[in-house]
C-alpha cells in the first residue's frame, strides 16, 4: 500500500521527512528558551499592554438591595469583590512602581 503512495514512488516524501527532522537552531533555542535580547521578570507580561491597571467594581445601586436580608447580600458581594480589586491591585503595583 505504501508503494501506491506517489510520493515514495519517486523519493519526494522520503526527501522530505529527512529535510525536516534536521535540527533548527534558533536564537531562542540557543538562548535556552527564551530570546537573547528579552529580559523579562518573573511572571511579568511580555507587553506592558497585556498588563492593564485592575478596574475597581461598580458599587451596587441603592435599589439593587431589597432590604430582606438575603445571604449573601449584593453589599456582601460588593465588599468581595472590592477586596479582590484591592488585592489584585496591589499585585499590579508591584509590577509597575512607577505608575502611580
Known sequence: ?????????????????????APYASPRAAAGGHHPSRKRTLNAPANPDDDPRPVPPEPPLPSDCCESGCDPCVYDLYADQLQHYRERLARWRERHPDAD
Open 1 to 21: 500500500m505504501a508503494a501506491d503512495h506517489p510520493g515514495l514512488r519517486d523519493g519526494r516524501l522520503a526527501h522530505a521527512r529527512a529535510t525536516r527532522a
